[in-house]
């Protein structure tokens, strides 16, 4: 089994910022706009989508019934722009290193910092994303840096209000043995998306090989390799773009929040 | 170890109705009023809550916020009565046992059917109940009829809008080796409360062991028993009456809603 070289988060010593603050110092600073995957390991990293007040019901109640693809961690209030329990001190206008602009379902820019588009009714959703395992699929001998796509899939979720549209998913390719210990590992991680939704051919979910969000095309799942399907946190993304909700703001593909929540803990916020 | 006499679940054939549908129908016709612990044993039971939708948004966060004490299982909309996502067929205003009623925050009645009171205004949350793992812990060995309160803490909720007040546990003493055991099953339950927020010392937690919602009063923790807490989904249904909701349905005490959940597929519905 190889060992991983991935080292165990640094909690802090209680004089120094630890690994999530200081990555949100950089970000903050807008010395850091590239992708977090990686970065200040152990710590939960979420996805984010900031929606005006008046679609926050049914976004609630959309993650509360997807919730697998969808679990959320912190609501951030209207009028606030503190992740108070997951990340006290934070501030999500600066704290993400890139963020993506939607009007009306269409991505109309990029940028680091969101602090001239904020407004006081906006209400923001961290939702607990794949990534944070990644550590613990590591240290357990899974690799996490290859053979990984991000598909759009037929599979329906569950619609609410003006939100409903096909389940995304992470498709992971593994051994048969690794393929077990993914299934161990990330079933102690309920609150990211937890255990795989599927194992086996990809079509039973609808998945779309020819077309992925993150990855090459895929042909073929390799006959010596299991395909695992993950519902993954671009799936709340995808159906409030679908929503052609008039102004949303999400982070960038693959630049997450960083928390302060430690993912071995297992905890809620 | 003991060997529990508890059956597993019938799930039925596709002939009949599984133990769920039938124990659902005693109760529609109105010919089983009482508790429904030990019924319909290896499927999920819920604690409702039902509320006037103005405060269904702030009642959901609430939930959201205190994840482990309100692991919201199903959301009924406004003008529905069926649980369709949990229990396909149930109506929520004929199958619980029993209802108790609360006009701006008193219980002025418990009543067997609550037809006559609905409204269309009324939205209800299912939460999961730590009934739902009993089977679970009996087959390990783990005794669920004995030495089990369910008490009031000091601990605050984190509130939000009209709700708010101290958590709610589920006390149970077992002996060391069934304490270990116990951590170990429950964990596989995440959203029916999931693992103990607490071992040890009552006082932590301000429990309020003198007077116990359920269960005599106690005085201290035998020295060769442990005591465990677990988050308890009277919490809700506190804070929703501290609130003075001026019409809030729940289940009677110890009367849950069955749903089809099989409690061993730790799925979210």
Redesign the interface.
Known sequence: MRRSAIPLPYLGDGRGPTAAQAARAEMRAGRFTGITRGMALGYVQCAMVTLPQRY??DF??FC??N??ACP?LE?VDAGETEAK?SAPGSDLRTDIPMYSIYRDGERVEDVPDIRHLWRDDFVSFLIGSGITFDQALERAGVPTTRNRWVLNTSTPT?PTGVFKGGLVVTMRWLTPEQAVTAVQVTSRF??NH?APIHVGDPAVLGCDLARPLIGPPVDRVPADLTALFWACSVTPQAVAIAAKVDLMITQAPACGFITDLEADKIC??
Chains 1, 2 share one sequence.
């Open positions: 926050a019901y609630l109640l509360q019934r919730s697998r959320v609501v329990r569950d309920p609150f937890g809620t916020p």
